[in-house]
């Protein structure tokens, strides 16, 4: 079946540092989200992408969308300690509504 | 975005009973889905609920188990039966928004957090 491997698996980084993570795959996809889940909270959307080669910001993070459809990235920058929590990568499955996830990328930021 | 709500928001059962999960949306939607989080694991769909049809469920996934309703447009209710230790998960509602018309986004209640003994 598809597959998301996301990484680095986990992270520890300096408060201020900047913070890179991707999400790869063997399939295409043509749309990927990424959201951040914190302890006992349903996933919060951060930056969804809907066409190959797109960047896109939201604030302190930019998210692109890889020119060969199966990968995405996410970058943080000048991380601060509410950044803390799991990322995770989510690609939509071609004709359907449904999303595949990633398999998370956890967060830890040392102030 | 829509405003999801999950009921409970937590439970701890005992093995062999059911438990049944609710989930409400501020706004009509067509589908809804329910995703399972395991201990420290990503999301996996189980089944997505539309109104007025039967729900359809993932590989691995069956409908004896994890019995779905969706009454409405703004409801729908997950069953866990027969629960094992196994089935101590994260369950989560989500709803797909709408960007460009094709709803591209999903957006997730808060979860159930259950734990079966």
């Known amino acids: 079946g598809q597959q998301l491997n996301q990484s680095p698996q986990s992270m520890f980084i300096q408060e201020g540092e900047d913070v890179s993570m991707n999400c790869t795959s063997s399939s295409i996809f043509n749309t990927w989200l990424w959201y951040k889940q914190d302890p006992g909270e349903g996933p919060v959307l951060l930056i969804a992408?809907?066409?190959?080669?797109e960047l896109t910001s939201n604030g302190r993070l930019t998210a692109q969308f890889g020119i060969t459809r199966k990968d995405s990235f996410l970058n943080i920058s000048a991380s601060i300690p509410s950044d803390v929590g799991i990322y995770f990568c989510?690609?939509?499955?071609?004709?359907?509504?449904?999303?595949?996830f990633g398999t998370g990328t956890r967060l830890k930021v040392l102030a | 975005s829509a405003v999801i709500s999950q009921k409970p928001s937590r439970d701890i059962c005992q093995r062999g009973t059911s438990l049944t999960i609710q989930c409400q949306v501020d706004s009509q939607v067509t589908m809804m889905f329910w995703y399972r989080q395991q201990p420290g694991q990503s999301l996996t769909l189980i089944a997505t609920?539309?109104?007025?049809?039967?729900?359809?469920?993932e590989s691995g996934f069956v409908i004896d188990k994890f019995p779905i309703s969706r009454p409405n447009l703004t409801f729908s209710t997950l069953t866990v039966s027969n629960m094992s230790p196994e089935d101590s998960s994260i369950y989560l509602c989500?709803?797909?928004?709408?960007?460009?018309?094709?709803?591209?986004?999903?957006?997730f209640g808060p979860g159930t957090r259950l734990t079966v003994l």
């Open positions: 609920a539309n109104q007025g049809s039967e729900a359809t469920y």
């Open positions: 989500s709803v797909p928004g709408v960007a460009g018309g094709s709803y591209n986004e999903q957006f």
């Open positions: 989510a690609g939509r499955v071609s004709g359907t509504y449904k999303y595949i």
């Open positions: 992408l809907y066409k190959a080669g």
